[in-house]
């Protein structure tokens, strides 16, 4: 399947989400996504991984690059933890989630 949305790190197609890092490669299916929302980093954003100090509910995923990000993207995967990914381009990646989402609960 041809990606809608590709970075350094994040591919997303028609199915998947996959998230490149240590050690492996991550996959969140797109049927589990029940939501998904564009959230700024705050002033603690240098954070590599693990949970948020500033969204102590979310679990970022590694990326060394992240105290250069301003914005995110939270996912909901009705878990008690959200999990947080930086993409290059924020909006344009949560355009791909939310229209295969939509896609997806028409579908249904």
């Known amino acids: 399947m041809s990606p809608t949305y590709q970075d350094r790190r ?3 197609d028609n199915e998947r989400i996959q998230v490149r890092s240590f050690p492996r490669t991550r996959e ?3 049927a589990d996504v029940l939501g998904a929302d564009l959230i700024e980093l705050g002033i603690l954003r240098y954070q590599l991984v693990g949970i948020g100090v500033t969204r102590p509910r979310t679990w970022f995923t590694a990326d060394p690059r992240r105290r250069r990000c301003r914005h995110g993207i939270e996912l909901d995967v009705g878990r008690m933890l959200r999990i947080g990914i930086t993409p290059d381009d924020p909006e344009a990646a949560l355009a ?5 989402a ?3 609960s028409d579908a249904t």
């Open 10 to 12: 994040i591919v997303i």
């Open 28 to 30: 969140i299916a797109l």
């Open 96 to 100: 791909a989630i939310r229209s295969f």
């Open 102 to 104: 939509r896609a997806e």
